[in-house]
């Protein structure tokens, strides 16, 4: 054997071909060239490398040389060939490796976010890639203007920024639905507020929600569903915040549990507001402006760029159409509750 780390049987037909190439010049036949890539592929299969399969061949060559007619040239051609047929079914084995390697990857984080798959199979999957389910995981989820895919520059430039900060780290990088996904022990936030920095940068100032660390298999689709929550309120609250997490926006959520009986609040404490000049949105904005600037007239006035007296004459409004004082502590929670849940409920809408 020409090389000890290869079996005999990849090198199987190489003796023959080149005492026949010495003897008549010959160069390999259709069928010889198929045994190579055959032979070829089943070494890439067996996990053999193309360099020290390589080498193999070229210290068999050495071995076997016979003497013949034919010149050097032509014999160091039927090798040529051989070993190209050879490297060419190698690398056609690896790059179907590599596809199902992605597919199966692909269909992995599929279920994982989802939970569409058995709950200890999925967990047996997470082994191979590097996760373990058993433990608290929690899901960073970060969204730009453009869509991405998982082989796109961005994924992996911040692939390489966690990679090259902590190592692997039971670390999973990816992406659904155009986002940027990260999934890493819950113990270990260091990691996912990283990744909030670099997927921020890396997407031109995108946002990032980061959901709460979830125990079990099923943790990571909560944790996912949470961070996609979290946008989802962030982009119809409007907030400006680049990272939000999930902990923080909890009451949102609780809010909106009872959608009737926020609804029915909103119509109540602000449906009068419909009657102002303009309709009722000016008016809801001048409360948002009010209630995120601390309820200083001053602040909320510079935000909407209007003087005091305007913001102050809008308040007043306010409280003559709906009873309600924006600066009465008893008024100002329903109003601001019932604010918030205009917000969520997209009311009033075109259509009011």
Known sequence: M??????????????????????????LTRDELDSRR???ERAAEAGHGLRALVAAHL??????????????????????????AFAEGHERAQRVAVRQEATARREFID???????????????????????????AVAVAQGEVAHDEGDAVPREVERALIGRF?????????????????????????????AKQAHAATDGGRVAIGRPQPGPGGVVQSYEEALNALDLAERLELDDPVLRAADLLVYPVLTRDRQAMADLVQSALGP?????????????TLTA???????????????????????????????????????????????????????LDWPDDDS
């Open 167 to 195: 190592g692997d780290r039971s670390i999973l990088l990816t992406t659904k639905d155009g986002r940027l996904v990260c999934i890493a022990p819950g113990d270990q936030d260091e990691i996912l507020s990283y990744f």
């Open 2 to 27: 020409a090389d000890q780390d290869i079996p005999e049987e990849y090198l199987d037909g190489l003796a023959r071909i080149l005492a026949e190439a010495s003897a008549t010049g010959r160069r």
């Open 59 to 84: 210290a068999a060559t050495r071995e076997n040389l016979p003497g013949g007619t034919a010149s050097a040239g032509q014999i160091l051609a039927a090798v040529e060939q051989a070993v190209d």
């Open 273 to 285: 507001l419909r009657e102002a000049r303009g309709g009722a949105q000016p008016l809801i904005d």
């Open 290 to 344: 009010y209630f995120d600037s601390g309820c200083v007239a001053a602040e909320a006035a510079r935000r909407m760029a209007l003087s005091v007296r305007a913001l102050t004459y809008r308040l007043e409004r306010i409280h003559r159409l709906t009873g309600a004082d924006p600066a009465d502590p008893v008024h100002r929670y329903m109003l601001q509750t019932a604010v918030i849940g205009a917000r969520l």
């Open 111 to 137: 279920d994982l976010l989802h939970g569409r798959s058995d709950l200890g199979l999925l967990a047996q999957r997470a082994e191979r890639f590097g996760l373990r389910l058993s433990f608290e995981h």
């Open 38 to 40: 055959a032979l070829g």
